[in-house]
């Protein structure tokens, strides 16, 4: 009785209105906002799509196309997901939960897998040593070599081992270019 009681009581749940934001901006708009056009948008999407659907409509599930957005407007501005809920109608919590959700997704072995290849066959590494001797005459190279402290929250485990010598938290960061400026190996495992 006292369960059909509470059930009663229960306050409705409500749903802000969501923005379709690929609808209404143009380009121009979309990469100002969000550092991607309208097919960059939909790309990053297709390529975590099946990770990120859900099978419901339940509760208005937000269309991984959404995910990717709120995802982007976060990473490309820094704004707080109290802004982001406000920009594009989600709660605070869905929006933290979508931007781990997505990252979480696009950082999956499969999709860096894609983009992230370091030359292995004896041809690609020779091609990757004439790109860079046609564009700096440096003889020898695959690729050039930096390191960053990425910026981070305190963990809650370890937090000490993420204080740099600047000191604050971050993660060291290796990075490997090619003559073209991709990628062709990142490690980012340690404090």
């Not at 040593?129 to 960053?148: H, L, R």
């Not at 929250?153 to 740099?164: C, D, L, M, S």
């Not at 000191?167 to 190996?185: E, G, L, P």
């Amino acid at each position: 009785m006292a369960a059909q009681e509470q059930l009663r009581l229960r306050r409705p749940r409500t749903f802000c209105d969501r923005k379709d934001v690929l609808n209404e901006l143009n380009d121009a708009e979309l990469i100002k906002r969000y550092r991607l056009d309208r097919e960059g948008i939909l790309f990053v999407t297709n390529l975590v799509r099946e990770t990120l659907a859900r099978p419901t409509a339940r509760n208005k599930a937000l269309s991984p196309e959404m995910k990717v957005i709120i995802t982007l407007r976060f990473l490309a501005t820094g704004k707080m997901q109290l802004c982001n809920s406000d920009d594009l109608g989600p709660s605070q919590q869905t929006v933290s939960r979508v931007i781990t959700e997505t990252l979480d997704a696009l950082s999956s072995r499969p999709i860096l897998a894609q983009f992230i290849k370091f030359p292995i066959t004896p041809q690609e590494t020779q091609r990757k040593k004439m790109e860079f001797v046609q564009i700096a005459g440096f003889p020898g190279v695959i690729g050039v070599i930096d390191g960053i402290h990425i910026r981070i929250t305190a963990p809650k485990e370890f937090e000490a081992e993420y204080v740099n010598r600047k000191r604050y938290h971050s993660i060291n960061t290796q990075i490997v270019f090619d003559a073209k400026y991709k990628i062709i190996d990142i490690v980012a495992n340690w404090p």
